[in-house]
């Protein structure tokens, strides 16, 4: 009756050695995949965080824009622009915002977070970083291409803000970094907005962009009282007569009691 007992025991004690063996193999398999990841973690984070800088540095290029365009007649020289999204976005974090200021890529203008395992700044040269703004896509449709110019306006009121962020490939040598030590990875961000909203400044404005865009208006302004006269005469005055080619009736008129004069 004993030697069954001793023979089971014998075979679940090379059993858990064998389950003990299985173990530490599949954890040996999963470490290869999973620890070069863990290393890699604190590198994806320096990478999003130059990837969001990059979107920033587009959106302050692209709102730059709203007040130095064609339209409002001024531009930025695009080296100036450069250089400010350079210093302010790119370079140490505590950097002041002064004018004609410049990034350098010495250690005293580097972002100390942005930095390799071996100590190396994971943007090279910072000089090389690219910023443009430029209008947005083609001049538009054939019928905006057109209206716009017979109404006063841009045909092209869209401008896109755009920056390029050459990053350093990692140390070569260590197995983990790979492919990173020759992906030569560049971060491209842009913001477009819209710097033009045809907006008038008041309502003679709008008047004069109408009439220029709807040539047939003035003419129509002009015989319009001989076109009213049947109405004045068969209507015996009963009826309004329409106002053929005027624009007057469209005014957003403010009643005279909603007005206050603006102080000093």
């Known amino acids: 009756m004993t030697i069954p007992v001793r023979v089971h025991s014998r075979h679940r004690r090379e059993a858990g050695r064998s389950q003990a063996g299985q173990a530490l193999t599949e954890f040996l398999v999963a470490a290869l995949a999973i620890v070069p990841l863990f290393l890699l973690i604190p590198l994806i984070a320096k990478y999003q965080d130059i990837s969001h800088a990059a979107q920033m540095a587009s959106r302050y290029a692209a709102f730059d824009a709203t007040i130095n365009n064609p339209s409002t007649n001024g531009t930025k020289d695009p080296a100036v622009l450069a250089q400010e999204v350079r210093r302010r976005f790119f370079s140490n974090i505590d950097a002041p915002i002064r004018s004609n200021d410049a990034a350098g890529s010495f250690l005293a203008h580097q972002n100390l977070f942005w930095r390799d395992p071996a100590g190396n700044s994971l943007i090279s040269d910072i000089n090389a970083v690219e910023v443009s703004v430029a209008p947005a896509g083609p001049s538009g449709s054939a019928i905006l291409s057109t209206l716009a110019p017979a109404f006063g306006l841009p045909d092209r009121p869209l401008f896109r803000g755009a920056v390029s962020v050459p990053l350093a490939n990692l140390p070569a040598g260590i197995r983990s970094y ?14 477009t907005v819209l710097v033009d909203g045809w907006n008038g400044r008041n309502l003679a404005v709008v008047r004069s962009r109408v009439s220029r865009g709807n040539p047939a208006g ?47």
């Open 178 to 191: 790979e492919p990173f030590d020759q992906l030569d990875l560049r971060v491209d961000r842009s913001t």
């Open 218 to 264: 003035a003419v129509l302004s002009q015989v319009g009282p001989v076109l009213s006269l049947p109405v004045v005469v068969f209507e015996l005055d009963s009826v309004r007569p329409p106002r053929i080619g005027e624009l007057q009736r469209w005014d957003d008129v403010v009643p005279a009691d909603r007005l206050r004069a603006r102080g000093p």
